[in-house]
Each structure stands twice: as structure tokens, then as C-alpha cells.
């Protein structure tokens, strides 16, 4: 049982890059991505995406990627000479017919450059095999570290819904002792009740006629053999390996349908104490597995 709650990261430095990543996760209904990264690293995106879907099924996932080029390999200088070349030839021209001397050209081109309308720096495409390879590398690490402080926390989910467990099955079995007196009790209690109003002895055909209908209105037997096996399909979602939050959120919804079907149908104080009980475990059941996978 994994939690959806995670962190991890991962630090990867080569000669020409440092790659810094943080993964956090939190739960949400499906597996949701944040890609927050330099744009140079787009072309990568489909990669992260998968890299990361092999180990985690739910939540929504933020990942923070930052890239620092540790030499400037990427950039390359533009020199636009056939603009210096036409301006010198200008100006060279200019200088000899209006003030009979010659030009200066090294010192000309050397002012030139220092312009950006004549001298570019672009940075070349970032098609680096080996850059992908260490940012899937990196994905990989700090996705796998995300993974295994949702299975720390997991183990702790999984002891408190196994407490929980062991609340239900004991307020259940409680329930159930207590239907098995409940009849004899009810019947006798019936009688008397039956023969103080009437102020004579009941005919035993119309008693148990009476109390046969009374008692169709208030069994429980069925709501509870539904919640105990309802019951034994959570202890076997519980020792999964694979996800199963959205089984056993649908399996808590079952169990809390039987647990108020039964305070509907009984009015006795007995019955309403464990049904408060199951509802209140089984919103704490409800709350935990919102964060699992």
C-alpha cells in the first residue's frame, strides 16, 4: 500500500551541466502532471512523462527540473560582415573625398563589434543525446525516491486502517451476539407488553403472527452478513500489493449503505450505540484512504 503523498530529488552533474530535480505529489483522483522546466528541455517532455508513469499510478505530480550549463558550448557568435564590409567601404570613401585620409579600419570594425546590430550571440538547439540520457537518469532517481516516502507513509495508513478494521469487526461481532438473544428477549417482552394491554392471555398463533411482522420490519441478518463479508474483502484489499484506494472507497461506501440500513430498521439503544460507532470508523477509514493509491 503506497500513500499518493511523496517527495524526492536528485542532483546529476556532468562536465557541461548540472541538473537539478524535485518531484512532490499529493493525492488527486487520476495521475496528474506539472512539468515546471527550462524550455530547452521540451523536446524531453514525452520521456519525463513516461519515465515517471512506470513507478507512480496516482496523484498529482509537480516536477521542478533546473538546468545550469556550466560552459557557454551552446552559444555561437554572428558576425553580420557584409553590413561591416558596405559600412567601411562607405565610410572609407567618405573620409578620403571630404577629408583627404585614409581610414582607420581595424579601429572601425573593432567599434563595429562591439554593437549588437553587427555582432549576435544565439544559442545553438539543444540536441544533446547525452543531456537526455542524464535528465531521464535524474527523472528516474528522484521519481524512485518520491516512491518510497509514499511507501513510508503508506505503512502507516495501512496499520491505521487495519485498526480501524479490527473497530468494525468488533462492534460487528457485537451485533451480531446481540440478534441472536434479541428475538427471545423481544418475544417475551412482547408477550407481557401484549397482555397488560389487553388484560388477558395472547393466543400464541396471533403472538408470533404479531411478532413475525414486527420482526421483518427490524432484521438486521442480511445487512449483517453483507458487512461481514464486506468485511473480509477489505482484509484481502489491505494485503494487495497493487493499488487499491478506489476498491476500498467503494467498498467503504457499501459497508456505510448496511451500517445505515441497520440504525433505520432497529430502535433499540444497544444497536444505535454500534451503528454511531461503525459510521464514526468508517469516516476515518474514508479520510485515510483519500491519499492512497
Same mark, same amino acid.
Given at each position: ?15 557541461? #551541466?548540472? +541538473? ?23 523536446? #524531453? ?9 512506470? #513507478?507512480?499510478n496516482r496523484g498529482r505530480v509537480e ?7 556550466? *560552459? ?10 557584409? $553590413? ?41 538547439p539543444m540536441m544533446d543525446d547525452s543531456?537526455?540520457?542524464?535528465? %531521464?537518469?535524474? +527523472? ?6 518520491? =516512491?518510497?516516502?509514499?511507501e513510508i507513509e503508506g505503512i502507516g495508513?495501512?496499520? %491505521? $486502517? ?28 412482547? /408477550?407481557?407488553?401484549?397482555?397488560? #394491554? =389487553?388484560?388477558?392471555?395472547? /393466543? ?7 411478532? %413475525?411482522? =414486527? ?21 484481502? $484489499? $489491505? ?8 476498491? +476500498? ?6 459497508? *456505510? ?17 454500534? %451503528? ?18
Amino acid at each position: 500500500m503506497k500513500s499518493m503523498t511523496g517527495f524526492g530529488k536528485a542532483l546529476k552533474v556532468t562536465d557541461n #551541466y548540472q +541538473i537539478d530535480i524535485e518531484i512532490k505529489s499529493v493525492n488527486h483522483r487520476f495521475l496528474d502532471f506539472q512539468l515546471r522546466m527550462p524550455r530547452q528541455l521540451n523536446a #524531453y517532455e514525452n520521456q519525463i512523462r513516461q519515465t515517471i508513469k512506470n #513507478y507512480l499510478n496516482r496523484g498529482r505530480v509537480e516536477v521542478f527540473i533546473t538546468l545550469t550549463e556550466k *560552459n557557454d558550448l551552446r552559444k555561437e557568435a554572428i558576425v553580420h560582415w557584409d $553590413l561591416i564590409e558596405h559600412l567601411v567601404q562607405s565610410v572609407e570613401s567618405e573620409m578620403t573625398q571630404r577629408f583627404q585620409t585614409h581610414l582607420n579600419v581595424e579601429r572601425l570594425i573593432e567599434n563595429f563589434l562591439q554593437k549588437d546590430a553587427f555582432l549576435e550571440i544565439q544559442e545553438k538547439p539543444m540536441m544533446d543525446d547525452s543531456l537526455e540520457q542524464i535528465v %531521464v537518469e535524474a +527523472i528516474k532517481e528522484a521519481t524512485l525516491a518520491n =516512491l518510497v516516502s509514499r511507501e513510508i507513509e503508506g505503512i502507516g495508513i495501512h496499520k %491505521v $486502517l487495519k485498526d480501524n478494521q479490527a473497530v468494525l469487526q468488533t462492534h460487528l461481532m457485537a451485533l451480531s451476539d446481540f440478534t441472536a438473544t434479541f428475538e427471545v428477549e423481544y418475544k417475551a417482552r412482547f /408477550e407481557k407488553k401484549l397482555e397488560e #394491554y =389487553l388484560g388477558t392471555t395472547v /393466543e400464541q398463533e396471533r403472538l408470533l403472527t404479531e411478532m %413475525v411482522i =414486527l420482526l421483518e420490519k427490524s432484521d438486521i441478518h442480511e445487512e449483517l452478513d453483507r458487512l461481514t463479508i464486506h468485511l473480509q474483502t477489505f482484509e484481502e $484489499l $489491505l494485503h494487495r500489493t497493487e493499488p487499491v484506494g478506489r476498491e +476500498i472507497d467503494f467498498l467503504v461506501q457499501e459497508m *456505510n449503505r448496511e451500517v445505515n440500513t441497520i440504525g433505520s430498521k432497529s430502535s433499540t439503544i444497544e444497536v444505535k450505540h454500534h %451503528v454511531v460507532q461503525m459510521k464514526t470508523t468508517l469516516e476515518k477509514i474514508r479520510e485515510q484512504i483519500q491519499n492512497i493509491e
